[in-house]
């Protein structure tokens, strides 16, 4: 048996099951993921590598940027399974392309 959160797992489960225990990035983390046909291989209760630690997935929004008020009322459908590396990367990366420009001049612009 597969092990599960405490709680939401109504949610959570039809999630996994959908994508079959595999995490769900298909390169919005930045990694392309080529040598495994261009998705995370990464599966819920399995190893990263032989002394790697074990990958729990969680089900979060495809937009990595919903905001957390928003995303715990999100169904099932609107969901993705995501490994904690490749949400925490897509998110970082989707901020940091969506920054604003900084207005102030430089130091020798003035």
Not at 95 to 103: F, G, I, K, M, N
Request: charged content about 25%; proline content about 10%; aromatic content about 4%.
């Amino acid at each position: 048996m597969k092990s599960q959160p405490l709680v939401a797992v109504n949610v959570w489960r039809p999630v996994m099951e959908s994508a079959g225990w595999r995490c769900q990035c298909t390169g919005q983390c930045g990694n392309p993921h080529a040598k495994t046909d261009g998705r995370c291989p990464r599966e819920h209760d399995r190893y990263t590598s032989k002394r790697g630690h074990r990958v729990r997935l969680m089900a979060a929004p495809a937009d990595v940027l919903t905001p957390p008020v928003k995303a715990v009322t999100l169904p099932a459908e609107e969901l993705r399974a995501w490994c904690p590396e490749c949400h925490t990367a897509a998110a970082r990366k989707t901020r940091t392309a969506t920054a604003p420009a900084d207005e102030a001049p430089g130091l020798f612009e003035i």
